[in-house]
């Protein structure tokens, strides 16, 4: 089992454009939850996925959109890209019951540089 | 909106000495703590969390609700528990926040 995998590792977009980052889950793992980090900061809970459904959201305008699969990969979109969208955006898996269930397994994140 | 405070960005200890890494929070409804570990060059990881009342790698933590407090504490440091350490609170319209960490070293 790979864990908790995320792709792009990196990628550059310019403002105003859209991107897509996706993330494959730990094997038996349901849940899957999104976080922004920026530079010297703490990560920013972005929303949570299970049974295909937005179950929980933080903070962040309608141009953060998700969705999960029934293989329960997840996808975060970004439209309309702004410059303080930079940052390492993190996934994290989680098996069903409670808020992160047992615990909680993190991918390595994918580094967003919008210009 | 609920608030997440580790005062202290930089903590350094030697090894076999005691560590408190200290973790304020504001919140005005019934708070869900989490601390979560990073190691140099590892993923985040989530260490513990208050409701399960655990010790894990030793180190213990405990919600104070009259200080509003979730300070993590090992009574023993070791040079692997050299990290940076985030505390974060579940509740309110944010859900999960999180404070701007800590960076632990355990010095030989």
């Known amino acids: 089992d790979a864990g908790v995998t995320q792709s792009p590792t990196h990628l550059i977009k310019t403002r105003g454009q859209q991107v897509t980052l996706r993330c494959s889950p730990k094997?038996?793992?349901?849940?899957v939850s999104w976080y922004q980090q920026a530079l010297g900061q703490g990560p920013q809970f972005i929303f949570q996925?299970?049974?295909?459904?937005?179950?929980q959201r933080g903070n962040f305008p309608d141009r953060f959109s998700g969705h999960q699969f029934p293989n329960y990969s997840s996808e975060l979109n970004v439209n309309a890209l702004l410059l303080g969208d930079s940052a390492l955006y993190l996934c994290?898996?989680?098996?069903?019951?409670?808020?992160?269930?047992?615990?909680?397994?993190f991918g390595p994140g994918t580094r967003l540089l919008v210009l | 909106a609920q608030r997440v405070t580790q005062p202290e960005k930089l903590l350094s200890v030697f090894k076999g000495a005691p560590v408190e890494l200290k973790c304020n929070y504001s919140?005005?409804?019934?708070?869900?703590l989490f601390w979560y570990v990073q190691y140099s060059r590892q993923r985040l990881q989530l260490l513990l969390r208050h409701i399960s009342r655990e010790s894990i790698k030793g180190f213990t933590a405990d919600l104070n609700k009259g200080e509003t407090s979730f300070h993590l504490k090992k009574p023993f440091a070791q040079e692997e528990d050299s990290a940076m350490y985030y505390c974060a609170l579940w509740g309110g319209s944010e859900k999960l926040v999180f404070g701007k960490g800590t960076k632990l070293t355990v010095n030989p």
């Open positions: 996925y299970y049974e295909e459904e937005e179950r």
């Open positions: 994290a898996s989680s098996a069903g019951t409670g808020l992160f269930g047992e615990t909680q397994y």
């Open positions: 094997s038996g793992h349901d849940t």
């Open positions: 919140y005005s409804g019934s708070p869900e």
